[in-house]
């Protein structure tokens, strides 16, 4: 696969010059609780990037629950973590790739092409027996250009511009319980965007939490058209992440985020709301 490594890779990686590991565990609700593991232990070398602290912007009345980070205070926290442009960044997390993979995207956005998600996670990295230490180093500070990749994003406006078009795909990555609308737990308003289909990113993954490779990943988007515009979005931004990966691996190439996702479109009166089974 072209944008997971696996845990053996990543250990030959440790104390790499060019490398930096990028330690992404969140628990949405606690906080705090990524930044105090990563404290107690992580893998040697590694530094923390916080979800909501450095990979998002202060919650505002759109932009959904997790906004994207401004481009100027994006490229100075990964400046400051040491990670330049021509860094091989690595990525995980504890949370099935997801919090990683909101780093993964980003850094593409900006227009960083080496960057990775590691395969399994953090606890199977501890249960292979893979080194672990609770020493934080200060990576050295570098410099951090930004090219953006505009066509990687869509807005809501964008959204609501693609409804009901022939030619697009709008991929909704959260449980089928909250696609349907038969639960909320989260945001203020239940139910999906119409005309989107369920994907569910945790599908994306194996019983045992590896990545499915490329030809199952393929097989979980068999029924979609490679010639259309897919907009994949979840409840905030994050977890349709995972899915946008996938569906690279499985050969898509025109894949674009939505990533206000439902918490932004809910945040417009009047944006249409549908639930049940499309």
């Known amino acids: ?142 410099k951090f250009l930004a090219v953006v990749e505009h066509t990687m994003l869509v807005e809501m406006d964008q959204v609501q511009e693609q409804l009901g078009r022939e030619d697009v795909t709008l991929i909704d990555s959260r449980e089928a319980p909250r696609y349907r609308g038969e639960v909320e737990p989260i945001d203020r308003v239940a139910g999906h965007i119409p005309g989107a289909i369920n994907r569910f990113w945790k599908d994306g993954l194996t019983a045992s939490g590896s990545w499915k490779d490329a030809a199952d990943q393929a097989e979980r988007f068999a029924d979609l058209d490679k010639n259309r515009e897919l907009i994949v979005y979840c409840g905030s931004g994050v977890t349709a992440t995972p899915n946008v990966i996938a569906l690279q691996e499985a050969g898509f190439t025109n894949v674009r985020l939505y990533a206000g996702s439902w918490s932004d479109w809910i945040s417009y009166e009047g944006n249409p709301i549908a639930t049940g089974e499309e």
Request: charged share 20%; hydrophobic share 45%; net charge negative.
């Open 1 to 142: 696969m072209n944008n997971i490594v696996s845990m053996a890779w990543v250990k030959e990686q440790i104390g790499a010059p060019d490398v930096v590991i990028a330690d992404c565990r969140f628990v949405l609700g606690k906080p705090m609780t990524g930044r105090e593991a990563y404290e107690a232990s992580h893998i040697p070398g590694a530094v923390y990037l916080d979800l909501e602290k450095d990979l998002s912007a202060p919650v505002d009345e759109h932009g959904g629950r997790h906004p994207l980070p401004d481009i100027f205070d994006l490229t100075v926290a990964l400046s400051r973590a040491g990670i330049g442009n021509e860094t091989k960044v690595v990525a995980y997390d504890d949370q099935g790739g997801a919090m990683a993979s909101r780093l993964w995207w980003l850094l593409k956005y900006l227009g960083h092409e080496q960057v990775y998600v590691m395969d399994e996670g953090f606890a199977a990295w501890v249960n292979a027996g893979h080194p672990l230490t609770d020493e934080i180093v200060e990576p050295a500070p570098t």
